[in-house]
């Protein structure tokens, strides 16, 4: 990444790590859900949280390389506090049990970190009926902070420390389907595109932190909003796609960051004091970036918000 050092306004650029951007802060006393910790960016993001002293929760998939990720990260931190809940995004039922058993947990919840995701799946749909990718990368993120956002209220008003829910996209927002959303098609087979179903979902976790952030503010509820880019990391996101992890290979140590790098931008807008009171805003690179017109879009953001409450409330295996 020695290509793209340069700061930005943050003091930070596309080579600082995760580490690096939250040097000397004390995350003590906060608590984070971290979606798809188990692997990529999600471990390294678990992992910085929890050396600055947050209490995470890791909401995984897979249980058993959760455990795992847990045992490394104590060994490099036997402080860490830090454990591991069952969590499938694509199925709504899991959704709402994982936020039940959270809400049961009696914890407390200031960071909601959404960012687990796949890319460029050959086309499936999940066990509720809805095209994968915007199942998991949309769908069952915006349940989750939907069930909970009060438990993250309370934390706020009676901790009195703001709240930040961080919805990881990608500059591939930028490229989804021209409608931007093709709410009419959401399940059309015979239309579907890998690479653009995948920019649709990025460019939806975006609409929906901008609007989740308006509505915040509208409510003057003290939680932040905000969605980011983390940069292109070789993970096992790319593992569907031969052309992608052809070109990673080629040229990755140029212009790929590794996930120490990938995982800084999170960190950076899940703890920063820099980013006290931003919302509704996009990040790239430890910096306040450009998003896409579609992504600037209001009306677009309130039709999403309303279309995917709709599918969910519709699903025929909603309980």
């Known amino acids: 990444m020695w290509l793209f050092s340069r700061k930005g306004a943050s003091g930070f650029s596309a080579s600082s790590t995760a580490e690096e951007v939250t040097q000397g802060i004390d995350g003590t006393g906060l608590t984070a859900v971290v979606t798809g910790a188990s692997s990529g960016i999600g471990t390294e993001t678990a992992r910085v949280l929890a050396l600055r002293g947050v209490h995470v929760v890791m909401a995984v998939k897979n249980m058993t390389a959760g455990r795992e990720v847990i045992e490394t990260i104590a060994k490099r931190n036997p402080n860490a506090k830090i454990e591991a809940m069952e969590l499938d995004l694509s199925s709504l039922a899991s959704v709402r049990k994982f936020a039940a058993d959270f809400i049961s947990s009696g914890l407390p919840l200031n960071i909601l970190i959404n960012n687990a995701g796949i890319m460029a799946t050959p086309f499936m749909l999940s066990k509720d009926g809805i095209e994968l990718q915007l199942a998991t ?13 009060e438990t993250m209220k309370k934390t706020a008003q009676g901790r009195r420390t703001e709240g930040r829910i961080v919805n990881v996209s990608s500059r591939r927002h930028k ?6 959303i093709r709410f009419d098609k959401i399940n059309d087979q015979s239309g579907y595109n890998s690479l653009s179903a995948y920019g649709q979902s990025k460019l939806a976790n975006v609409l929906h932190a901008n609007e989740l952030a308006r509505r915040l503010q509208e409510d003057e509820v003290a939680i932040t909003a905000n969605s980011l880019h983390p940069g292109a990391i070789a993970t096992n996101l790319f593992r569907h796609s031969n052309l992608i992890n052809g070109l990673v290979g080629l040229v990755g140590k140029y212009v790929i ?11 950076y807008v899940a703890l920063h004091p820099q980013v006290n009171g931003k919302t509704g ?6 910096n306040v970036a450009e998003t896409s017109l579609q992504a600037n879009d209001n009306a677009l953001a309130r039709k999403l918000w309303d279309f995917t409450f709709t599918l969910i409330n519709n699903c025929p295996n909603n309980t």
């Open 281 to 286: 805003l996009y990040f790239a690179d430890g």
């Open 257 to 267: 960051k590794n996930v120490e790098q990938g995982a800084a931008t999170t960190c």
């Open 137 to 149: 990368n949309h769908v069952g993120h915006f349940l989750l902070t939907h069930l909970l956002l």
């Open 175 to 180: 490229f989804s389907y021209p409608e931007g």
